[in-house]
């Protein structure tokens, strides 16, 4: 009788703690603001909130992408970064090169992980805008 009470008494000790750990579980959601500009056009402007553990920048672009498939964002290649958003194109134009870049914070990302949205990290109420960029090449070779 003894044991059968020892058994109950522990069934009862591990279903609890069972049931207080999941309690617990840490949520794996974020979330960030995001805003996509191209000059005076804003694409996106608004909270994005993510459920993957770890996420990046472009977990966010994926999620606007799946949530408003409205707004014609291109990946490139790798499918690491925005390529392109309508008329708004990643090209090279008389040494002027244009193209898509993000900042979190207010801060350009840094040298670690190349600019690629798959592999900046972003954490809880982050600010990330995506702006189209131009750069004069010919000022650089100078």
């Given at each position: ?8 008494l ?11 750990s999941?309690?617990?579980a ?19 402007d608004n ?12 977990n966010?672009?994926m ?9 014609p ?20 134009e ?9 900042s ?13 949205a798959?592999a ?7 600010v ?15």
């Amino acid at each position: 009788m003894k044991k059968l009470r020892a058994i109950a008494l522990l069934l009862i000790a591990v279903l609890s703690l069972g049931v207080l750990s999941s309690c617990s579980a840490e949520t794996t959601e974020t979330t960030v603001y995001l805003t996509i500009e191209a000059g005076d056009d804003v694409f996106y402007d608004n909270k994005v909130t993510v459920d993957v553990a770890n996420p990046t920048v472009m977990n966010v672009i994926m999620e606007i992408m799946i949530a408003d498939p409205d707004i014609p964002i291109v990946l490139n290649d790798a499918q690491d970064s925005i390529k392109d958003i309508g008329e708004y194109t990643e090209h090279e134009e008389e040494g002027i090169a244009y193209f898509w870049e993000y900042s979190i914070n207010g801060v350009l990302p840094d040298n670690q992980t190349g600019g690629k949205a798959n592999a900046q990290p972003v954490k809880e109420g982050d600010v990330i805008v995506y702006m189209y960029s131009s750069y004069d090449m010919t000022q650089a070779a100078g």
